[in-house]
């Protein structure tokens, strides 16, 4: 019975449906709606109609003031947020090649040392203002005689492997630079003796007071633990030169190789997150390297690129400026027609000083970039001070006269010759559109003298040619064409000291020799006083114009190329030398983002 009951309980009642009923409950709601409508709004549409006027009026105010609402809340909430860099982006930049090695100390080329400077860090670099600063060095001491320096490291710096990096990895960086068998390409540590104090202290002790050594603390720190039980003499081909360990604020994901005929390739490079003076907004750089100026040009106009580097101004014309800004700096460095004073022909220092009223470097710059710096000492502009002495002023009517009385006289052929020999001068450059132009004009405003020139243009990329072996180190030249690089200090020494004549390639080009400029070149090395060494600088200016080992022509530029959306190097800066454009490398970005302001 109790189951009865519960089924009972849980069934459901049925439910009937009485559509009648529901037809009725219809009709009456039907005939109640249509007597209200008859009533409130038929009936009563004439007395709208008597006001539809002030109601029109009163819709209109109300969707005035609800637009003006809206364009009010938009204007507040834009004034509450504003347009900055995009992170994470990534930057893709042109530099020419090629990239034999990604080791650091072996870095030769644009894009091998660009390469080395986003991967590497160095105890000193160059800030956007040009001056030198602190990277992984935290102070400096220097002795009472000023010939031991004792540099603190920090301790935050790691590899890109982790490990951190310490004042053994310096010690062991310089002895691979003063190492013969390594063949590095940085220079000038000899006698430098090094001392590890502990893993934050580093010790260096010159032979002699150097002046300059602080600038020459910027070359880039290799890792021990990876290097370390590398044989010195193949450290090069050593797989680190293909896949570095660094501590800079980029590291390497990987190097593809797009056209080997080309030496095209692209070096892809990720943030790194451990990077001990913060992260940089790019999540993503990217340097495509082309072998040509031309090529990077190309690249630019079909968008492979953002930026690029290493354009001359014949590039830069081809440039679509529509779409890319161009940014032209000067750096610290001068082209210059170095003269071999020991050639038979202008040995004869007389002859060197008419050629050197006879350069009309006015003329040359005017073909340059606008804002091309005149050059006439073998100093950038800025880097002395006080009574500094100028070069005579171009004068072509006393070149000729001199030419006269020198005993080089026109012939019948228009052409100057002394005792039956004619004056024929070789003039070699190396190949570049803008030093080719230059050459050009150079040779033109000689010519006008009656001086016969023999001009030559060398591919130093061209291994049949031997640009070092088979001109530099013989002095295989008259005059030569070509870009000195002084740098943020005014210390010479290498260009024209009277000891640095060698066979080595690159130091004194002009054999030149004189007892009061190596004197001073000497002694204002020597000293650490400022005032002291723009004194002993000026009186070797003033030889260097008397003697005319060289005539400067122009103050070298840096041509730099960004697209609209990238942000990059800014109208302030300062370079030393073109790579210092990544000086402030942890503020690009490519595109903007709108965030809140902060109150």
Known sequence: ???????????????????????????????????????????????????????IVWVLIMGLLIAATGLQLMWYQQSYRTNVAAKDGTYAEAVLGPVDTLNPIFATSSAEQSASRLMFSSLMSYDTTGHLNNDLATNISVDDTHTVYTIGIRSDALWHDGTRLTASDVAFTVGLINNPSVRSTITGWKDISVKVINSTTIEFTLPAVWAAFEHALTFPIVPEHILGQVAPSSLRENDFSQNPIGSGPFKLRLVQSVDSNLNRKVIYLVRNDDYYTGNAKLARFQLHVYDTSDAIVKALALNEVNAAADLLPADIKQVDKKNYAISTKPIQSGVYAIINTKSAILSDVNLRRILQIATDTNAIRSQLPAGTLDLSLPFTNGQLTGDVPKVPVYDIVTAKKALDGDGWLLNSKNVREKDGKPLVLSVVTIKNSELESVLTKLSDQ????????????????????????????????????????????????????????????????????????????????????????????????????????????????????????????????????????YSNILDWSVGSQSVYKTP
């Open 446 to 581: 000689w010519r006008a003298l009656g001086i016969t020139i023999s001009s030559q243009v060398i591919n130093p990329s061209d291994v049949s040619q031997n640009f070092v072996q088979s001109t530099l180190q013989p002095r295989n030249y008259d005059v030569l064409l070509y870009q000195l690089n002084i740098g943020a200090d005014p210390d010479v020494y290498a260009y024209w000291h009277s000891s640095q004549i060698s066979a080595q390639g690159y130091n004194n080009l002009s054999n030149y020799s004189n007892v009061i400029s190596d004197d001073a070149l000497s002694s204002a090395r020597l000293r650490v006083e400022p005032n002291l060494r723009n004194a002993k600088y000026i009186t070797f200016a003033k030889q260097w114009i008397s003697d005319v080992p060289a005539i400067g022509l122009y103050q070298s530029n840096s041509q730099y190329v960004t697209s609209s959306s990238a942000s990059s190097i800014n109208n302030s800066m300062k370079l030393v030398s073109p790579i210092d454009r």
């Open 1 to 55: 019975m109790a189951n009865e009951s519960r089924k009972k309980w849980y069934r459901l009642p049925k439910v009937s449906l009485n559509k009648n009923l529901i037809k009725l409950r219809v009709r009456k709601v039907e005939s109640a709606t249509i007597r209200h409508a008859h009533k409130f709004v038929v009936k009563r549409w004439s007395s709208v109609r008597e006001v539809q006027w002030q109601v």
